[in-house]
């Protein structure tokens, strides 16, 4: 791996891979902790529409998954507090338009010649210095987020009814929990793709919850799950040849699988 560094691609990969590892490890444990994982996936796939509106209009594809995918998850976000009985429904729905909606779009636009594949499982190796940047202000912004509001999103993960009697503006946090999870969306399509972003959202957090005794601890574990999983992903995607996106996330489902079949072999009443 140290030979494959002299190369500014890989540097640059290496890097996006973690940077994305931070957003994802402590948003993902709000997604998970707070079981958000069915509206992650209806963002992250909806969000698949912005890239179809980018290249039909003809402005930077960033801007276009980012805009889509903060209001497809301001629509879902209010669609789950208003109706939760029929949430799950009419996610599934928004989730199946933007993608058809990004489809048919690319359909339409003239000269179309993106490479579908990138994008739905991500191309890490392309990444240029600007995205990085980019990456490194939202990592910023997350960080600002969890750590001045990290007392009320403890109460709210664990107990919405105790938290709004301390006054904790649930319906805020939530809708700006919402907005994060969008924008570690993404983040993440350069690194793992549309099709593969959960993975890196839940299978960390799932993880570490079995050994963290607190949320910052559950974050923190997350996020080096998240580096050793890209790291260990970047490594075999160049010595065999393979796409580092799904390398990445083979890693981290092989870790997944191995945890729970400890989980099920450890003897009753054992400490966790």
Excluded at 8 to 21: C, D, P, T, V, Y
Excluded at 104 to 130: A, C, H, Q, R
Aim: aromatic share 14%.
């Amino acid at each position: 791996m140290i030979e494959a560094l002299q190369f500014e691609f890989m540097r640059n990969a290496l890097m996006a891979g973690l940077l994305a590892s931070i957003m994802c490890g402590i948003i993902g444990t709000l997604v998970v902790v707070n079981r958000m994982v069915f509206l992650s996936g209806g963002i992250a796939h909806a969000a698949y529409g912005g890239i179809g509106l980018a290249f039909f209009f003809g402005f930077s594809y960033l801007w276009g998954i980012m805009g889509f995918a903060l209001l497809m998850a301001v629509i879902m976000a209010a669609i789950s507090i208003k109706n939760k009985q029929r949430a799950d429904t009419i996610i599934g729905v928004l989730w199946a338009v933007g993608m058809a909606l990004g489809v048919i779009l690319l359909d339409m636009t003239p000269g179309y010649n993106v490479d579908l594949m990138s994008y739905l499982f991500g191309s890490i190796l392309t990444v240029p210095t600007s995205d990085l940047w980019f990456m490194l202000l939202l990592d910023g912004v997350v960080l600002l987020f969890v750590g001045y509001y990290y007392h009320d999103l403890l109460s709210f993960s664990y107990d919405e009814e105790f938290a709004q009697v301390r006054g904790v503006p649930v319906r805020f946090l939530y809708f700006l929990l919402i907005a994060m999870i969008a924008l570690s969306v993404v983040m993440v399509i350069r690194v793992v793709g549309l099709i593969l972003v959960i993975a890196l959202l839940t299978i960390p957090p799932y993880i570490a919850e079995k050994h963290a005794g607190s949320l910052a601890r559950m974050m923190i574990y997350s996020v080096f799950l998240n580096m050793f999983f890209t790291f260990t992903g970047l490594l075999l995607s160049y010595h065999l040849d393979l796409t580092s996106g799904a390398a990445i996330i083979m890693v981290a489902a092989l870790c997944f699988f191995i945890s729970l079949l400890i989980e099920h072999l450890k003897p009753r009443g054992a400490p966790q």
